[in-house]
């Protein structure tokens, strides 16, 4: 073994078995916190690349990185890939140069792949997928969806045209958030997918969402109930909108903008009524119909006498009297009292509340003495009574606010900014800049290392060296050493050597008491 190598190894074979388990178990630990500081300074950071992918569109991006042997990890939920973040960039343009990803499933692309062994049944299989691809990420593409499956039941065609069966869709969305889709919305979807089918009609196409409810059943369209709710819920939301807009651009004239915001909330009542209105007025009297009846007799002339020519001609003495004619008149009139008929329609939707909710922002102080190269927190000033009602009247006059309908109206002054406890802050500065921070990242790394060998494994070494006895090169060194002595140290030398004489006849005379002497002490040491 070399000289060199058995002097740096000797010092730890001289120790104990105690202490040699002490100096190994303080390299491991000092090793292994030099091995996590490396992997620490050299891991990759890691960033999204796609997120809330297609089972498909995962897997074709998964195997172009394996292709170009490009580092990545794949999220817990299997939607998400993360690649180096100095290669984000760089890959989602490459990947978007290929078509990735397609969003939505496999498209008309598959057409791409040539296969001369296909059977007719296949083409015919692979172009249902496509279709049912394609138009999913068209739907895919409507603002609230963030998922389109689709199903299509394309028969085959027959001879005899009433023996075909129709093509039929079942489309299942995902939408995003809690939004919905408006009716107009669900008609669109509807009449897309049966245009995009060639004999498929708006009937047979019928569309759900995540949660398995019908937005449109198999006849193309919504159902009635749910369509009138969907009407009355737009129509309150369009006022509410509509509203909320032309307060804030009022507010915004008066505070500034950014500096309020406003809500409103609009009650509507849909209920249609029908009203049939019957008046009679006693005082207007007309007459409704008149009949009037007149009579008048003549007069007449009686014969008396002998029945007769003579009595009959009058010529008999006493054979004709006469009497005199008169009149007689009826008349008849018929009144009706005036009356009015009306029937009243109430309009659907009536206003019958609002409640709007006002929040204004303060004013902001900056304070006077500003140090240079610093940015200070203003001081919060709230508004003035007399502010708030002004803003107020302003508000009740532009929603036609109505007191005795049970309309509400809140205005409060609220801190928009977080100003904190007044006074300065520091503007930052270059060292705080990633590119100084990844090299004090560094730096303390190898502070840490440097720290690790003067601080613990040097004064480990330094106590754990065996402090050797002098050795003498020389007799004649050492009868010059004696000569240097003064006469009391010679005198204690000389004593000294007489103990030790003592102690070996003493040990020669009893050596096994010297041995337990002597092992005693050995496992003091210890």
């Keep these: 073994m070399p000289e060199g190598l058995q002097r740096l190894i000797e010092p730890f074979t001289a120790l104990s078995p105690g202490k040699r388990m002490l100096v190994a178990g303080v390299a491991l630990l000092s090793v292994a916190a030099f091995a996590l500081l490396i992997f620490i300074a050299n891991r990759t950071d890691y960033k999204p690349l796609f997120t809330n992918l297609s089972s498909e569109d995962a897997g074709e991006i998964v195997k172009k990185m394996k292709d170009t042997k490009t580092p990545y990890q794949i999220t817990a939920d299997g939607k998400g890939i993360l690649v180096p973040a100095d290669k984000v960039y760089e890959l989602r343009l490459s990947l978007a140069s290929e078509g990735l990803p397609q969003g939505g499933g496999i498209g008309f692309e598959i057409f791409d792949r040539k296969n001369f062994g296909m059977t007719e049944f296949v083409q015919k299989l692979n172009y249902q997928r496509a279709l049912q691809g394609e138009l999913s990420r068209t739907i895919s593409q409507i603002s609230g969806v963030e998922q389109a499956r689709i199903h299509l039941v394309i028969p085959e065609k027959t001879l005899f045209k009433e023996n075909e069966k129709p093509a039929t869709a079942s489309i299942v969305l995902k939408m995003k958030g809690n939004r919905s889709l408006r009716d107009s919305e669900v008609q669109g979807i509807v009449h897309l997918v049966s245009s995009s089918i060639e004999g498929m009609d708006p009937e047979h196409v019928t569309i759900l969402d995540g949660r398995g409810k019908i937005l449109s059943k198999g006849n193309g ?293 010297v041995a337990q002497v002597l092992q005693n002490w050995m496992g003091e040491d210890k």
């Design 221 to 513: 369209t919504s159902d009635v109930t749910s369509k009138a709710t969907t009407a009355m819920q737009e129509t309150q939301r369009g006022y509410e909108k509509s509203t909320e807009e032309r307060l804030q651009s009022l507010l915004d004239r008066i505070v500034g903008s950014g500096k309020s915001v406003a809500r409103v909330s609009a009650t509507f009542d849909f209920k249609q009524v029908e009203r049939v209105e019957e008046k009679f007025d006693p005082e207007s009297i007309a007459v409704r119909s008149e009949q009037r009846t007149e009579e008048k007799g003549a007069s007449t002339t009686t014969n008396a006498g002998v029945p007769g020519v003579q009595t009959n001609l009058g010529r008999a003495p006493g054979a004709a009297s006469s009497t005199g004619g008169g009149s007689k008149n009826d008349e008849t009139l018929n009144y009706e009292v005036s009356r009015s008929t009306a029937k009243i329609i109430e309009p659907v939707g009536a206003l019958s509340k609002i409640s709007v909710a006002v929040l204004v922002d303060g004013k902001y102080e900056v304070p006077a003495a500003v140090k240079e190269g610093a940015t200070a927190k203003p001081k919060y000033i709230p508004r003035s009574p007399d502010e708030l009602q002004k803003i107020e009247a302003l508000v009740k006059s532009a929603v036609g606010f109505n007191a005795e309908r049970g309309d509400q109206l809140t205005v409060q002054n609220v801190p928009f900014q977080d100003t904190g406890d007044a006074g300065v802050a520091e503007t930052p500065k270059w060292w705080t800049s990633p590119f100084f921070m990844s090299l004090m990242k560094n730096l303390l790394i190898g502070l840490g290392f440097l720290a690790l060998i003067l601080f613990v494994i040097r004064p480990l070494l330094a106590s754990l060296r065996v402090v050797r006895p002098p050795v003498l090169e020389s007799f004649e060194a050492v009868h010059d050493g004696v000569e240097k002595l003064s006469s009391a140290e010679r005198a204690q030398i000389a004593m000294q050597m007489a103990e030790q004489h003592n102690m070996i006849e003493m040990a020669k005379k009893d050596p096994y008491q």
